[in-house]
């Protein structure tokens, strides 16, 4: 049974052993997003943070703050199933080795605008994000997209190096899969060498798919394999929406059963909820990782034979940055304060060599929280769950 990683007692520890419901807590939206988890040598109290700080570590600012180059490169690379995008953070440029992101968007996400506002946040951070199209549409088998997307990577870190002069730094190499990606991610961490590509640093997934979410029969069969011989020191959080039942919150809770073997303080799976204030609401569906930014709507063009991989016109070679986010229907709480919260977060943990609380605190505050509403009441907070217990 999945149990969450909050029990009662803690909060109790907080307000007082009193009669929580009557004098300890103001009100019961207070005790709900006060729950943490007890850890030895932690006070419950200690453990927690004040609105007001966890707004400014991570809401929109915090964000923009990270925003270190002021526009993007566009490398667009082969045609069909076996294009790939590469992003570069440029002014200023980035030299030798290089922090990178191999993003592996969902079914027929050929085109990155669904993730451009991550993209776009990512590179701008200073992470070269590489993404393979790995499909030519819905036709496509998924039993080969892993080989596909594998062949397309290694196409954009040869790229990188002839014609940048960039590498890989082996330290800060993030897997990133979304939906189908997911699957492609962690085939791609388990056979790496393989494939002929750097070693994950870390994986991070959400709303994981698979095969037979999007084909029936022989193409239908599980195309993930053998994840629980993943190394246990590999750092792996999984992320979904509570919402996300056919999908990606059944698939997140079957891998983080099999993921066991890494080590507990390494692995996490975070379940993000819906919620609604004002007659608005966030809805945490499959759908929820998607920020689009329509400057990365790249259309699956064919380019003029012998081209090889001269800069296709139809694409941008530079995205000058912007000063805010696109808004979008798709771009919320669940992104600024889930989704992208994490991602920063594990680059920074491979940044400084050290893994951050803010993916693997065992249900601190800065790891629950979700933002809040225009009135200033909280958004729902992340659920942790424990499968391997």
């Known amino acids: 049974m999945i149990k969450p990683s909050f029990p009662l007692f803690c909060r109790m520890l907080s307000c007082g052993l009193v009669t929580i419901f009557m004098q300890g807590c103001a009100s019961a939206e207070q005790a709900r997003d006060a729950q943490v988890t007890c850890q030895s040598g932690i006070g419950c ?37 076996q294009r790939v995008y590469v992003f570069i953070p440029t002014q200023p440029s980035l030299r030798g080795k290089v922090p990178m992101v191999f993003l592996h968007h969902g079914w027929q996400g050929m085109n990155p605008r669904n993730f451009g506002g991550l993209i776009d946040h990512l590179a701008r951070s200073g992470q070269v994000v590489i993404y393979p199209v790995y499909q030519q549409s819905a036709q496509t088998s998924p039993q080969i997209v892993t080989h596909e997307a594998a062949q397309a ?69 599980s195309i993930i394999g053998a994840i629980e011989q993943l190394p246990p020191e590999l750092p792996v959080a999984i992320l979904t929406g509570a919402d996300d039942t056919s999908i990606g919150l059944p698939t997140a809770r079957t891998l983080a059963s099999r993921l066991c073997g890494i080590r507990a303080d390494r692995r996490v799976l975070m379940v993000l909820p819906s919620d609604e204030n004002n007659n608005k609401k966030v809805f945490a569906a499959h759908g929820a990782p998607g920020a689009p930014d329509s400057r990365y709507d790249f259309p699956l063009t064919r380019r003029q034979a012998g081209a090889g991989d001269l800069p296709n016109r139809a694409i941008p070679t530079q995205l000058q940055g912007r000063n805010d986010f696109e808004a979008s229907a798709s771009f919320n709480q669940l992104d600024i304060y889930g989704f992208w919260k994490v991602i920063d977060a594990m680059t920074d943990g491979l940044r400084d060599g050290k893994l951050s609380s803010t993916v693997f605190g065992n249900g601190t505050a800065a790891q629950r929280y979700l933002g809040s509403w225009p009135d200033g009441s909280r958004y729902k907070p992340i659920t942790i769950e424990q499968p391997c217990h």
């Open 45 to 81: 109290e200690a453990a927690q943070e004040d609105q007001a700080t966890l707004e400014a570590r991570f809401g929109p600012q915090a964000l923009k703050q990270r925003h270190t180059h002021a526009a993007v490169d566009v490398l667009t690379l082969g045609d069909g199933a």
């Open 153 to 221: 990577d290694r196409r954009a870190l040869t790229a990188l190096e002839q014609q940048r002069n960039l590498t890989p730094d082996p330290t800060r190499v993030l897997y990133y899969g979304y939906s189908m990606g997911a699957a492609i991610s962690l085939n791609l961490a388990l056979d790496y060498q393989k494939y002929q590509l750097p070693a994950p640093s870390a994986l991070v997934l959400t709303a994981p798919g698979d095969a037979y979410h999007v084909a029936h029969g022989k193409l239908g069969q």
